[in-house]
């Protein structure tokens, strides 16, 4: 699609409309959905500029895409930080409610988001977003290390780096045991 794309703007409609959803829930979760439409359209823009320069032995394009919108997304770093603080805060101010039940969920969701938030603040921003493109934009090692421009030794890495923060900044010894996959929960058991 990208070597068509070098020839007719209409195969490169096509690869915006395979991507751009992906790129826009990516940038979402990262920046906020007010940052998340102007990295998508940048994102694109960007990559239309660089046609010439994407490798076409690349099957896949996601990995370059989400190369260039964390690129772009470290940009917008400051405004990252701003929704995480935003994120806290409401879910604080949200906790107030009649029911006590309600309240007590709340409460403990307001703690757990605060340090998740803390956690992900704690660790290197590189760290930090090598981990995000593995949760949120679900990439493979080899997708992560083609968007970073990184070997995927370095990839592995940053994420066992990232991994071990969260585990000490939540407390959290039981990840060693469930693990699976490089990092992803193993799926339940399936009864016969």
């Known amino acids: 699609m990208i070597r068509r794309s070098r020839d007719s703007p209409a195969a490169f409609g096509e690869l ?3 991507h751009a959803s992906s790129i826009y829930r990516f940038a979402a979760r990262r920046a906020g959905e007010f ?4 990295v998508t359209s940048e994102t694109f823009l960007v990559a239309w500029e660089q046609l010439e320069s994407y490798d076409p ?6 990995p370059w895409l ?3 919108a964390t690129n772009l997304l470290r ?3 400051r405004a990252e930080t701003k929704v995480l603080k935003a994120a806290a805060k409401a879910a604080l101010k949200d906790s107030v409610a009649d029911d006590t039940e309600r ?9 757990a988001s605060g340090r998740i938030v803390g956690a992900l603040k704690s660790m290197a921003a590189i760290d930090r977003e090598t981990l995000l493109l593995y949760a949120w ?4 090692y080899e997708g992560i290390a083609l968007a970073m421009d990184v070997p995927v030794g370095t990839v592995r890495s940053r994420l066992n780096r990232a991994r071990r923060t969260l585990r000490t900044e939540l407390n959290l010894e039981i990840l060693d045991e469930t693990e699976n996959d ?3 929960l193993a799926a339940a058991p399936r009864n016969a």
């Open 16 to 18: 915006y409309d395979r």
């Open 35 to 38: 940052v998340a439409d102007d």
């Open 57 to 62: 032995d690349r099957e896949d394009a996601r």
């Open 66 to 68: 989400f190369g260039i």
């Open 75 to 77: 940009r917008h770093h």
């Open 103 to 111: 309240i007590a969920a709340r409460v403990d969701a307001v703690v």
């Open 137 to 140: 934009a679900d990439l493979t």
């Open 182 to 184: 490089h990092g992803r």
